[in-house]
């Protein structure tokens, strides 16, 4: 019977960091209240946004650095990204995944230099031409 006991707590035990490590960043109780938060708030302001249908993808500036956010209109855990890439970059700065309520932020500094940025939502995508230069 002793085995049986040490199980017993084993399972409980278990249970426990389960029940605990559902509260990591990514559920719903840590997630942004608006695409402007995702980017870290204060400063940022949309410039520009394009409409996937039930998620939209929002670009935004605070002065300095670029960041895209695609928000979903309601929680799912269909796929989706966000991405920026500046002129000259070998590679896009990318955020990807099932996530519950969006992808990103992802930021750019981008002084001087066309971007280009965009996002999927399930089967839906965009991708911007080089613009916001400057």
């Known amino acids: 019977m002793p085995n049986l006991r040490r199980g017993a707590a ?3 035990a278990t249970g426990a960091v389960l029940a605990t490590t559902s509260l990591l960043p990514g559920s719903a109780a840590m ?3 608006s695409p402007i938060a995702a980017c870290g708030g ?3 302001h949309v ?3 394009h409409d996937l249908g ?3 993808i929002y670009l935004m500036y605070n002065g300095s650095t670029n960041c895209v956010v695609t928000w979903k209109d309601s929680s799912n855990t269909l796929f989706v990204t966000a991405n920026i890439k500046a002129a000259g970059d070998d590679y896009y700065q990318e ?3 099932h996530y519950s309520y969006y992808a990103g932020p992802v930021k750019r500094s981008a002084a001087g230099k066309c ?3 965009g996002g999927v939502y399930d089967m839906s995508s965009y991708q911007s031409g080089w613009e916001h230069c400057g």
């Open 42 to 44: 204060g400063s940022y």
């Open 95 to 97: 955020d990807a995944g």
């Open 47 to 49: 410039i520009d946004s």
């Open 115 to 117: 971007i280009t940025w």
């Open 31 to 33: 997630a942004a209240s």
């Open 54 to 56: 039930k998620a939209t």
């Open 10 to 12: 084993l399972a409980l």
